[in-house]
């Protein structure tokens, strides 16, 4: 298992920028796939970025050129940097790490942090 904590959201102006963080209970370097997703009021949840642990990484086209999803294996954290913030992109921000098994996969979810997007 693995408890994921959110942190970093708030109040932005348009243009603007944040960075999220995700603090997992347990090393991360070998987690399969960590991602962040978002979920606007009355919409369903949608990928945001993902990185894997051969580094790879993939984003929605809406936030491409805008964000940027790393992982810091030493400190067990994902971080989303967001650039570019627009009201569109305000919503709460969840933190899921898939874990690989021999006979199962296993997805975990953070409570997530809300970012709003305002003038």
């Known amino acids: 298992q693995v408890q994921l904590v959110e942190s970093g959201g708030g109040l932005v102006q348009p243009g603007g920028s944040l960075r999220l963080s995700c603090a997992a209970s347990?090393?991360?370097?070998?987690?399969?796939?960590m991602g962040w997703y978002r979920q606007a009021p009355g919409q369903q949840r949608e990928l945001v970025a993902t990185?894997?642990?051969?580094?790879?990484?993939a984003y929605a086209d809406s936030v491409k050129g805008r964000f940027t999803i790393s992982r810091d294996n030493a400190k067990n954290t994902v971080y989303l940097q967001m650039n570019g913030l627009k009201p569109e992109d305000t919503a709460v921000y969840y933190c899921?790490?898939?874990?690989?098994?021999?006979?199962?996969?296993?997805?975990?979810w953070g409570k997530g942090t809300l970012v709003t997007v305002s003038s």
């Open positions: 899921k790490a898939m874990l690989v098994f021999r006979t199962h996969n296993e997805d975990y």
């Open positions: 990185h894997t642990a051969t580094s790879i990484t």
């Open positions: 347990r090393p991360i370097f070998n987690i399969y796939v």
